[in-house]
């Protein structure tokens, strides 16, 4: 994958530098107003989850975030250097017995922004694909 990345350390005020990075791809790749809010807030929380969940907020660690624009799809890819997760045992935020209880929202977040999801390397990252209409 030819992509161009943002690497930075596991402390959650270097999250900050992901509003340049998408706003420079959105300029670069005419990332539509529509679409811009949606890969913000996903890669914003898929990169809060590297950080707290897989790097154990570790600042000797760190969070690539990988940007590809493929045909009709702009892909991100967040990697952790943690153990990974199972996101089947993810529990839904929507059932009732959950709405009050922390765990799950930023999963299902990404979800529902983007077009699809997978998760590679055991859950140490995740693909997020947006289409481009």
């Not at 350390?9 to 998408?22: M, N």
């Not at 929202?105 to 529902?112: A, N, S």
């Amino acid at each position: 994958m030819d992509c161009n990345t943002l690497k930075i350390p596991s402390t959650p005020e270097q999250i900050r530098h992901l509003e340049t990075y998408v706003k420079e791809l959105a300029n670069q790749h005419n990332i539509s107003d529509e679409l811009y809010p949606n890969i913000l807030i996903s890669l914003t929380e898929a990169v809060n989850n590297a950080i707290i969940h897989g790097n154990n907020n570790d600042g000797s660690k760190f969070v690539d975030i990988c940007f590809d624009k493929k045909e009709k799809t702009f892909a991100f890819k967040v990697s952790d250097q943690g153990e990974g997760f199972n996101p089947n045992a993810v529990p839904d935020p929507t059932l009732p017995e959950n709405i009050e209880c922390c765990g799950g929202r930023g999963v299902f977040l990404i979800k529902q922004l983007s077009d699809r999801v997978q998760f590679l390397n055991q859950g140490s990252t995740v693909e997020i694909c947006f289409d481009i209409k």
